[in-house]
């Protein structure tokens, strides 16, 4: 793995030096877009609207539309708003991890330790599990201040995710959200059955994305001339009124069945 961020992580007074590694990885296929006359690559060019003429990169600026007009920037511009250029991430608080709602997580990163920051390392990542607290502070990341959350990963490893700001969720008001009314409670009753009947404890591993798999083995088949089928989606059932009772029994019932097979 390749490292995307060296600097440290200031916690408290100690600087904890540190490099940063992304913790996950693609597993779609590269496709290139081909002619499909004669499957020859696709090459995109950058083209001014008006001319249709070709614009080389030196040539090119970047503006805001304000007004029916742009405002075009230029690198000071950038740099006037960029944040102050530093490689501390600084811990600003400690809370627990339950208090960070899961919308506001962006981007996982492995944390390393850099050498005389293996004790500090150790000592941070232990005593985040005995406190079952998580780090929160700001860093700059590819000249963007981003907000990242620390917390120990499998008792082995402090682990970092990067956080959305605040402004960045958007608001759902406008959305057709059900009115606050209390379900039956006989409905409320036999969900929660369902839900303790299907409860276990969380496996990543059972759920695995087999698309990229799937159209590999199509590749190869069409590779030595052998057609596929699509595979025929589910109609959506909507429309309709449901009666949630007969449908609660239903699934518990199914439930039950395959626990017993």
Known sequence: MKAIWNGAIGFGLV???VKIYSATETSKLDLDMLDKSDYSNIRFKRVNENTGKEVKWENIVKGYLMDDKYIVLDEEDYEAASPEKTKILSIDQFVKEEEVDSIYFETPYYLEPQKNGESAYRLLLKALEETQMVG?????????????????YKSDILILNRLRFDQEIRDYSDLKI???KAPKPAELKMAIN????LSQDFDPAMYKDTYSDDLLKIIKQKAKGKSSKAKKALPAKEGKVIDLMAQLKASLNSSK????S
Do not use: W
């Open 15 to 17: 600087n904890i030096p």
């Open 136 to 152: 929160v502070g700001t860093f700059v990341l590819r000249e963007s201040e981003a907000i990242g959350l620390i917390r120990p």
């Open 178 to 180: 059900p009115a606050h």
């Open 194 to 197: 369902l839900i303790e009947q």
């Open 257 to 260: 069945s395959k626990s017993a």
